[in-house]
């Protein structure tokens, strides 16, 4: 009950393309904010973007603006991430969320996310 399963990682070349997909079970995407998050082995956990429950509001990190989408389909109850122009620097453990209420990235944000993803590796390569 209650959980994200993570899926489209894997290993790209750099401006290269990966999808990613966040598909709950347990409960529906509807209503929730969802947001997206990685973590790179050394680095700080950072949030990369976001998408509100109420009017499908988006928002994301400077790092990925111009670069990445976030999207959603409650028909499948699936959120998506589509990457696009990756970098090595995007390498990391992507992991997803879900927010009762709004949807934000910014630092310290994690925090106020209720369900959590597992994760899925992404690697950015030559």
């Known amino acids: 009950q209650l959980q994200f399963v993570e899926s489209g990682g894997g290993l790209v070349q750099p401006g290269g393309s990966l999808r990613l997909s966040c598909a709950a079970s347990g409960f529906t995407l509807d209503y929730y904010g969802i947001g997206w998050f990685r973590q790179a082995p050394g680095k700080e956990h950072e949030g990369v973007s976001c998408?509100?429950?109420?009017?499908?509001?988006?928002y994301y990190a400077d790092s990925v603006k111009g670069r990445f989408t976030i999207s959603r389909d409650n028909a499948k109850n699936t959120v998506y991430l589509q990457m696009n122009s990756l970098k090595p620097e995007d390498t990391a453990v992507y992991y997803c969320?879900?927010?009762?209420?709004?949807?934000?990235?910014?630092?310290?944000?994690?925090?106020?996310?209720?369900?959590w993803g597992q994760g899925t590796q992404v690697t950015v390569s030559s």
């Open positions: 998408i509100s429950g109420s009017d499908s509001s988006t």
């Open positions: 969320a879900a927010i009762s209420f709004g949807c934000s990235v910014v630092v310290g944000s994690r925090y106020k996310y209720d369900y």
